[in-house]
């Protein structure tokens, strides 16, 4: 099993940055891509970036591409999200997963293990 705690969410203005990050425990976390989700009120959850286990491939949604990035230190055991020039519509709860795969992907269903999640919540 592999235990996932994100942290570094909270209250930011519109323009502003912040940066998650996801602790990761258990089984070998460095075979694994990780992934960042969100799900606002209301919505479905969705993708929102990925980065391979060994941190050379990564891949965004389009809404986040060139403001959001994700990278990872396999030594920490920790993936981490920075968001820059964040929206209000980037509000949501941010969640970390991993998947029981070398490559990065997008698709939910794809990942095996979950955090928490951490809210976000931007304001105008």
């Known amino acids: 099993q592999v235990q996932l705690v994100e942290s570094g969410g909270g209250l930011v203005q519109a323009g502003g940055s912040l940066r998650l990050s996801c602790a990761a425990s258990?089984?070998?976390?460095?075979?694994?891509?990780m992934g960042w989700f969100r799900q606002a009120p209301g919505k479905e959850r969705e993708f929102v970036a990925s980065?391979?286990?060994?941190?050379?491939?990564?891949g965004y949604a389009d809404s986040v591409k060139g403001r959001f990035t994700i990278s990872r230190d396999n030594a920490k055991n920790t993936v981490y999200l920075q968001m820059n020039s964040l929206k209000p519509e980037d509000t949501a709860v941010y969640y970390c997963?991993?998947?029981?795969?070398?490559?990065?992907?997008?698709?939910?269903?794809?990942?095996?293990?979950w955090g928490r999640g951490t809210q976000v919540t931007v304001s105008s």
């Open positions: 980065i391979s286990w060994s941190g050379g491939s990564s």
């Open positions: 258990g089984r070998t976390f460095s075979s694994k891509a």
């Open positions: 997963a991993g998947r029981l795969a070398a490559g990065w992907g997008s698709a939910i269903g794809e990942y095996d293990y």
